[in-house]
């Protein structure tokens, strides 16, 4: 996986004008139901925000083709929520693996249209709340307020470490630059274990 990722931002920066597209493609897959445990969106846009902070990729070209992608896919996720409804608990994988939509019920009915917008920053709850909003018929204005909102947010969030990161290499030492990434690192971890309490 770390071999396609690093093929992927190879990709990207030999071919900088492609950079929004396959970021818009990406952030589709990461936010569609089901599909975004096999998207590696969350991790080419952090490695794209350094990208960003070279100068290779234009920060609202990505931001124009990433933020309509993420709300295309929760609003695909919560057409196909609302479309099917009684009939995904049988569907693939729900059939194998119900903890998954059932954690998304339990979330949504904890947090209302609120865990449209927290659900987006988890990567298990990405893949089902917006499945959940629809199969619940929340109200389509509210849930796209939420749908947007988060998105507007996501996008930035994800490039911001790895512009940081890549800033850091151009302008200091190694060891200052392990330094940083072990605080990254240990601030994302810390922001995981507050986003599971």
Known sequence: MHEFLSQILDFIRQNAGWGGPILGVLAFGESLAVFSFFFPATVVLIGS?????AGILDFWA???WAIPGAILGDAVSYWVGGHFRERVPGLWPFRSRPAL???GYRFFARFGWLAVFIGRFSGPLRAVVPLVAGMLAMPAGRFQAA???SAIIWVPL??????V???LLQRVETYQVWLALGLIFGGVML???LGRR
């Not at 925000?49 to 902070?53: H, I, R, S």
């Open 147 to 149: 749908n947007i909102a």
């Open 158 to 163: 994800l490039l911001l470490p790895g512009a």
């Open 62 to 64: 990505v931001l124009a």
């Open 191 to 193: 922001l995981r274990w």
């Open 101 to 103: 939509l059932l954690n």
């Open 165 to 167: 990161v890549g800033g």
């Open 49 to 53: 925000g350094a990208l960003v902070e």
